[in-house]
């Protein structure tokens, strides 16, 4: 089984979203957790310099008695590091970058029974089609899950942009009618999450 937890995003402006955001994703797991944290979505430049502000972000908000281990993610291991890892969190950024990197790998292979965190550009990731606020369309991801993703949903993401502010109706019917229309559509707003869990035969 493997188990996706997918974030909106903005969770520094929702800590006690973020708190349950990162006890929904070590549930289940004895012992304690293995985590791979994976920057492939920010520039090469930030992986390292963001890692101990990630790693203090989630050690914070652990339960007593947990003491999650961390290893940062690199393209030319990340096979042999998702194999060690119980959780593989993925986070936030661009939503073209991250793809640049993930289009390579046999994703569902990797992600077989491991927990997949994600957070906004990576969530879109693994989304069959996704509205980024980035660029202000519609797009594809991976098509891990058969979902349409919205992340940042009805916030002020966008407010500040010389675009002026994101009108998020228009967004939605846009989303809505974007490539295949049977899919359920994920509209989150900042902090909150999707848990979708799904059994592979490969």
């Excluded at 502010?165 to 999707?194: M, Q, R, S």
């Amino acid at each position: 089984m493997t188990k996706y937890v997918l974030n909106s995003g903005g969770l520094r402006k929702q800590p006690k979203l973020k708190q349950k955001f990162h006890q929904e994703i070590i549930k289940g797991i004895d012992g304690n957790p293995k985590f791979l944290l994976c920057n492939f979505a920010q520039g090469r430049e930030y992986w390292e310099v963001k890692f101990p502000g990630y790693t203090d972000s989630i050690n914070n908000d652990m339960p007593a008695g947990v003491h999650p281990t961390f290893t940062l993610a690199m393209p030319e291991s990340f096979a042999d590091q998702c194999l060690a890892a119980d959780i593989i969190y993925f986070h936030g950024g661009d939503d073209y970058l991250v793809q640049f990197w993930m289009k390579q790998f046999d994703l569902k292979e990797l992600f077989k029974d491991k927990v997949i965190a994600t957070n906004s550009a990576t969530s879109n990731m693994l989304a069959t089609h996704y509205w980024t606020g980035d660029w202000r369309r519609c797009d594809d991801g991976l098509g891990v899950l058969p979902i349409k993703f919205f992340a940042h949903y009805q916030s002020e993401y966008g407010d500040d942009d010389t675009r002026g502010p994101i009108d998020w109706k228009k967004a939605y019917d846009e989303l809505t009618n974007y490539g295949d229309k049977t899919l359920p559509i994920h509209a989150l707003k900042e902090g909150e999450f999707v848990v979708i869990e799904q059994n592979y035969i490969l």
